[in-house]
């Protein structure tokens, strides 16, 4: 079992949309990062929380740390959101990325 | 405003070529980690450091090196690249357990 798993793995949703993608890890965490990376291009990073909540733009970030639970939503869905959404749990030296979650938003 | 730099975003190499992808960070990071991401697999540890000089196996190390020399940078080497080698790699550094910062990768092909 990997210590980060995302749900959904794929998701399609239409325009305006809100949309959830979760990851759960399954030990401490110093810091969860999210990630997006587009079609064919790199990895960006979105966000980084270690307590609470995170909002930029359409994204916000949400973490519970009794849970060991994170959620990434967006509002307003838009085509150009369509990438992979991938989170990762930093704890000591330890980097680990769940598998990611593959959005697609049609117009 | 870049913290962690990749050599190439796109390099081409042929089979049997030796390959150096390089990443520096100019945050005074410990930590240097090369990962690898393949679909339906994520992304994988091939190699971490934690200190200059200093390096550890992490999932996948077969077929690579590494090399650290100096602290900013982290140097991943395909002694003899082969087609089972393409794919896309991420670096990535840390200082302790606190916040992370990536490379943009780079997307390998072997041909």
């Known amino acids: 079992k990997n210590e980060v798993e995302q749900s959904p793995q794929n998701l399609t949703a239409q325009e305006g949309e809100f949309i959830t993608i979760n990851c759960s890890y399954s030990v401490g965490i110093s810091a969860l990062h999210w990630l997006q990376q587009h079609p064919g291009g790199g990895i960006v990073s979105l966000f980084m929380?270690?307590?609470g909540k995170k909002k930029h733009g359409r994204l916000i970030a949400t973490i519970n740390i009794q849970e060991k639970h994170s959620s990434l939503h967006i509002t307003a869905s838009h085509p150009r959101d369509s990438a992979v959404y991938i989170c990762?749990?930093?704890?000591?030296?330890?980097?680990?990325f769940g598998a990611g979650t593959i959005l697609r938003v049609k117009s | 405003d870049v913290k962690v730099t990749q050599s190439s975003r796109y390099l081409v190499k042929r089979t049997g070529e030796k390959v150096f992808l390089e990443c520096v960070q100019d945050m005074d990071h410990e930590n240097m980690f090369w990962y690898r991401q393949d679909p339906g697999l994520g992304l994988r540890l091939i190699y971490f450091s934690y200190d200059v000089k200093m390096k550890e196996k992490g999932d996948i190390p077969e077929g690579y090196s590494v090399s650290r020399e100096k602290k900013e940078r982290f140097s991943l080497i395909l002694e003899s690249a082969s087609t089972n080698q393409t794919s896309m790699y991420l670096c990535?550094?840390?200082?302790?357990?606190?916040?992370?910062?990536f490379g943009q990768g780079t997307r390998l092909t072997v041909v």
């Open positions: 990762a749990r930093l704890y000591g030296n330890k980097l680990v």
């Open positions: 990535a550094s840390t200082k302790g357990n606190t916040e992370a910062f």
């Open positions: 929380l270690s307590s």
